[in-house]
């Protein structure tokens, strides 16, 4: 049997529907208030995209690193001698060499002609010069026989003279007999110093033509000289045991005096040439250690040179190598050279960061505790190296941070961190 229900009324109804209504506005507000107060999600960064590093203490060896290449100690240029055309290449690069061994042939047919001009010209000269001395030796033999004559009339005068004053001191002959004779001996003993004199001259003066002729002579012989040693360099030679490096000729090529024809190496004896970025090579002095990566093995090293000028930025340092060279090892090959600096005890240091550089306050994400994020912080570097750097303050012994370029979280704080 159906039991009559009391139906509410309207006043209950409504208080009701107002209760609800106030509990679900309640409860909205609530969980608007609850979501305004919830901070930001924190970006997340996939532990594998970054580079995270360890603060340890230790010594912090400082070092700077460039690109280079291996140098020949020992280098021959071989420049041309002269004009000419290339007629034929008897060696190519990478073959070992003699001193005498002909690396190109060339042509010139006019040097070949003044070669036999300076030739003829050297003969004829000598030529003259041997007739030149019969000459003058013929002229000073007259001038000596004429010499010969006056002083031998000379002496026959001053006899006279003589006999001729006793004569007349005995009364045998007038005195202008005596006189004329005395006057005859003065003019005879005039003429023969005169003689003498001109005698003397004629010497010096064969001497001086003969010097003369001679320096001609010596003048056409060394343009002989040179020449035949032209036309001899036109075979060009090694000049050094070696290999050969360079020989940028083809057949038929015209060449000008003094371009280079070739380049000959000893690939026993090579250095290094390291280009080192001018803000990174003030700390660089002579002596310091060196380590050359000719990428087939390493070679240690000292800087022996440091160029004064820069270059590109750069600064190029030598380096001596010691020790055996790693096989491979050959003129011209492209290394990575790095130089000690120095060895810093006892210091913080961290891996580099990105763009971490020396005495300045960078901005780097560390790690927490549990390592699921990293918050960022200001850290103070100090001396750095090729791969690490000195921490002054912002991180301790053990902490953890990212080295990895983070300007895509710029205006972050804290990341998390997710495998």
């Known amino acids: 049997m159906d039991i009559p229900r009391n139906k509410p009324s309207l006043a209950s109804r409504r208080l009701r529907a107002a209760l609800i209504a106030l509990a679900t506005f309640g409860a909205v507000g609530v969980t608007m208030l609850g979501a305004a107060n919830l901070k930001p999600a924190a970006p997340a960064v996939e532990r594998s995209a970054v580079w995270i590093d360890t603060v340890r203490r230790g010594t912090l060896i400082r070092q700077v690193r460039g690109l280079g290449t291996l140098v020949p100690e020992k280098i021959r240029r071989i420049p041309a001698r002269s004009e000419g055309r290339v007629e034929g290449i008897l060696v190519r690069p990478g073959a070992t060499v003699a001193p005498e061994t002909v690396l190109v042939k060339l042509a010139n047919p006019e040097l070949e002609q003044s070669a036999i001009d300076a030739k003829l010209q050297l003969k004829a000269a000598e030529a003259e010069l041997t007739n030149l001395r019969v000459q003058t030796a013929g002229q000073l033999l007259t001038q000596r026989a004429a010499l010969a004559a006056i002083q031998s009339d000379y002496r026959q005068a001053e006899l006279q003279r003589r006999v001729n004053d ?169 290394v990575d050279g790095t130089v000690e600096l120095e060895r810093v005890a006892n210091v913080l240091y961290i891996g580099r960061p990105a763009f971490g550089v020396e005495g300045q306050t960078v901005s780097l994400f560390k790690l927490t505790q549990d390592g699921t994020e990293a918050v960022r912080v200001q850290v103070r570097l100090g001396k750095g190296s090729v791969s690490t750097i000195e921490v002054l303050s912002g991180l301790t012994l053990g902490d953890r941070a990212i080295l990895s370029d983070m300007s895509a979280q710029e205006g972050v704080d804290r990341i998390a961190l997710i495998d």
């Not at 280079?260 to 003030?282: G, S, W």
């Open 166 to 334: 006793d004569l007349a001191r005995q009364g045998l002959i007038g005195e202008l007999q005596a006189r004329l004779s005395a006057v005859k001996a003065e003019e005879l003993a005039t003429r023969s110093a005169i003689e003498q004199e001109r005698s003397e001259m004629s010497v010096e003066a064969r001497q001086a033509q003969l010097a003369a002729q001679a320096a001609k002579v010596e003048q056409l012989r060394s343009l002989a000289r040179l020449r035949t040693s032209q036309v001899a360099a036109l075979a060009v030679r090694a000049g050094m045991a070696g290999v050969l490096v360079a020989l940028p000729l083809e057949v038929g090529q015209r060449v000008a005096q003094g371009t280079d024809l070739a380049r000959v190496a000893d690939p026993k004896t090579l250095k290094a040439e390291v280009k080192i970025e001018e803000t990174q090579a003030k700390d660089i002095l002579v002596g310091q250690p060196a380590l050359v990566d000719t990428r087939n093995g390493t070679v240690v090293g000292w800087v022996r040179r440091i160029d004064p000028a820069v270059q590109n930025s750069t600064v190029t340092v030598e380096v001596g190598l010691l020790g055996a060279l790693p096989k491979g090892a050959r003129p011209d090959l492209s």
